[in-house]
């Protein structure tokens, strides 16, 4: 148990569109979904914090205005990347918590974005 | 803050090798530490946990790792690693205490080669 997917798992875009990565539990009602960014040879870097029905935490420095999220369930999240520029290329990875006071969180396959 | 350091970056072993890789965390309150793994082209998979309890803690593929308070540690250990075991491993922590979201922060990461 405590599958979790993204969609897609590769896109590649050309600079200034948008683009949307869906996050989903599979098997079990995530309440806290978590959205991580990995550079190459570099560790996973918190974005932003999401619960259902309620706006994303964003982590300093993160500019919230071009990467939305929403969970608009307790099975879905999507993170939506504005005006994608070729600097926001990268492996975006998302987690799945049960409960909101749950330590452990679930991870999905990741998502590698390449703006051209 | 929390911070997390892997002071081992790069790792090659031979099989049948013992392994241990370092985890140190900053903050020295309750915290909750947790292993993973992220084999080639596979996503974060949990490997152990530390919650409370026995500091010694055994996790999944004959992986375990110690729990040492006074240092600040919790190095991940196996006696005889296999060729199967090149990945990626992550330490992770908790965020700050109180924080609702129970953020984890991950350390850079220690990439294992095991040469069969």
């Given at each position: 148990g405590a599958v979790v997917s993204q969609h897609p798992s590769w896109v590649i875009c050309k600079s200034g569109t948008s683009v949307k990565i869906e996050c989903r539990s599979l098997d079990f009602q995530a309440t806290t979904m978590f959205w991580y960014r990995q550079f190459p040879k570099q560790s996973l870097m918190l974005m932003a914090t999401s619960n259902e029905g309620s706006k994303a935490t964003y982590e300093q420095g993160v500019e919230k205005d071009k990467f939305l999220i929403n969970h608009a369930s307790l099975t879905l999240s999507t993170l939506t990347v504005t005006s994608a520029h070729p600097e926001d290329s990268s492996f975006y990875i998302c987690s799945a918590g049960?409960?909101?006071?749950?330590?452990e969180q679930y991870f999905g396959p990741g998502t590698r974005l390449t703006v051209t | 803050a929390q911070s997390v350091s892997q002071h081992n970056h790069h790792v090659i072993l031979s099989e049948a090798a013992s392994l241990e890789l370092g985890c140190n965390y900053s903050y020295g309150g309750t915290v909750n530490l947790f292993w993973y793994v992220q084999y080639p082209g596979q996503h974060l998979q949990l490997l152990l946990k530390y919650f409370s309890g026995d500091p010694l803690v055994k996790g999944i593929k004959g992986f375990e790792a110690e729990f040492i308070k006074s240092k600040f540690s919790f190095n991940l250990r196996k006696p005889s690693v296999q060729w199967s075991d090149t990945a990626e491993y992550f330490c992770a922590v908790n965020g700050p205490p109180g924080g609702a979201t129970n953020k984890l922060i991950f350390g850079t990461g220690t990439l294992l080669a095991v040469q069969p």
């Open positions: 049960r409960t909101a006071s749950s330590y | -």
